[in-house]
């Protein structure tokens, strides 16, 4: 059984329930035991942005910050498309605690080694 | 008349499902030590699938499934 999980995430405040379904896939894979990354991209990076969570819920499903707040005390990390990240013009000192910036090839090298994947 | 069913927690989901289902899950069972047992209240038509697939992944096991009119309880037996 594969024992690493990556999230593709393309989405948040442009679409709530498409960005909190993939947070929700998420929380089950960490919560599962899996080493789990949420790799954010396109319009999915403001995410990884300080407040931008406390601002999502779809109505039905869990509030978005509560499942960044489990996914994240669960051992769950977010890696940020540097150059979606740099089009929003963000910066660094924006990201919430658990986000780093990380590229194709440290994502190509995840994936390579026995991962699973899923797109939102 | 329903037999009781000992367990050294309780973990009661409600509706949730899916992701949060098996998190609260997680959770519960950090605080148990190996052999102890967690007895979860679940709503969510999905769950026994869930929970079972989540026991299989962790080392987990599920000892035994009750069903009542709606809800269903699930004896996990923390993994060592």
Known sequence: MLNNFCVNLTHSIDDADR?????????????????TIVFLTSEGVRLAIKGVADGIHEEGLTPMAELVKN?????????????????RRYKEADLIEGATLAGG???????????????? | ??????????L??????????????MFAMRKL???????????????????????RMTGNTLMQTFSSTSAKQFLLQKGH
Do not use: R
């Open chain 1, 71 to 87: 996914y994240l005390a669960a051992g769950g990390v977010f890696w940020v498309c540097p150059p979606c990240f740099n089009k």
């Open chain 2, 12 to 25: 009661d989901l409600g509706e949730k499902g899916c992701g949060q289902l098996v998190m609260e899950i």
């Open chain 1, 19 to 35: 960005a909190t379904v993939g947070m929700v896939v998420a929380n089950a894979a960490v919560a599962s035991g899996k080493n």
């Open chain 1, 105 to 120: 090839a440290k994502l190509v090298e995840f994936l390579s080694n026995d991962a699973a994947s899923v797109s939102y």
């Open chain 2, 1 to 10: 008349m329903d037999t009781p069913i000992f367990s050294d927690a309780t």
């Open chain 2, 33 to 55: 030590a190996p052999g102890q047992t967690l007895l979860v209240t679940a709503y969510d038509p999905a769950a026994a699938e869930d929970i079972a697939a989540w026991c």
